[in-house]
């Protein structure tokens, strides 16, 4: 299999490298790249052929990865359709609906959409994947190949639910980030200092995963095996509680997807 990824940022450079530990050749993957710098540092850094426009390494590829800012992609695609013969499109541009891309690509229909977050810079991401109807088996295990390089990978059935995954995951994040920060503040505020905050939010945040993820049970499930009656965690579930911290969080990420409904709708008006 032969990539062409067109960008080459950070997400591409995590998918990049997570291919060659897997065991991909470098000498299959080239990459489209405007900056001058960038292109030295992916050359030096990952021994790949870099181009500043597309040309003959993009027409003899299998797969064509998008990596461009959403607001950028409708010029890039609309220069890309004439490249396009048979080779699977991933694109991993937020909010860039199938349709529209198709339709920047001058019609063409074997696309696949991807969201991954940023955790797969560390090679533990999520990504989320779609598929339009013209996208056959083969092409979908090749779409998931790459994204695997970079973490777990998840497959939607409609196109309408990567609204919901960006909320969840794509944004989701941030939202570990934030309570990280309160926790870290809190800790601080009791009177432990900025690095003993900082080491004891990050494990416990990282430990508490790994066990959800190896018990194998639900989270409401864990958090009541550690909530002992009368004792200072139930006092501070009481408190969240109270405030109705959960639903908020709830309705807070109700409304990343509403947005993330509505970035789509502008690409495709606006463009």
């Known amino acids: 299999m032969k990539i062409a990824f067109v960008g080459g940022g950070n997400m591409a450079r995590a998918l990049i490298g997570g291919l060659l530990q897997r065991g991909f050749a470098a000498e299959g993957i ?8 960038v292109r030295s540092q992916l050359a030096t ?6 181009a500043e426009q597309p040309g003959g390494e993009l027409q003899s ?13 409708r010029v890039v695609a609309e220069k890309l359709g004439q490249l396009l013969r048979a080779q699977l499109v991933v694109s991993i541009a937020a909010g860039v609906r199938t349709a529209d891309l198709s339709r920047w690509l001058g ?5 696949v959409r991807a969201m991954p977050n940023t955790p797969a810079l560390v090679l533990a991401g999520i990504s989320a994947l779609y598929a339009g109807p013209a996208v056959g088996v083969a092409e979908r295990e090749r779409a998931e190949e790459i ?18 995954v960006t909320a969840v995951s794509g944004s989701g994040p941030a939202y570990v980030f934030y309570f990280m920060e309160a926790l870290q503040e809190a800790a601080r505020e009791l009177g432990l200092g900025a690095d003993e905050a900082r080491r004891l939010s990050l494990q416990t945040f990282s430990g508490a995963a790994q066990l959800a993820e190896h018990s194998g049970d639900d989270a409401g499930v864990l958090r009541e095996r550690v ?17 109705e911290l959960k639903r908020k ?21 606006s463009n």
């Open 227 to 243: 909530t002992s009656k009368g004792g200072t965690t139930e006092r501070a579930l009481s408190s969240m509680n109270s405030d």
């Open 147 to 164: 994204l695997a390089a970079v973490g777990t990978t998840l497959w939607v059935q409609q196109e309408e639910q990567m609204d919901a």
């Open 61 to 73: 590829s299998d797969v064509v990865l998008l990596a461009v800012k959403p607001q950028h992609m």
């Open 45 to 50: 850094q990952f021994a790949v052929h870099v």
């Open 30 to 37: 080239s990459v489209v790249e405007i900056d001058a710098q």
């Open 249 to 269: 969080f709830v309705e807070a990420v109700k409304r990343a997807a509403e947005r993330s409904r509505e970035l789509g709708e502008q690409l495709g008006k």
């Open 107 to 111: 019609g063409y229909e074997r696309i």
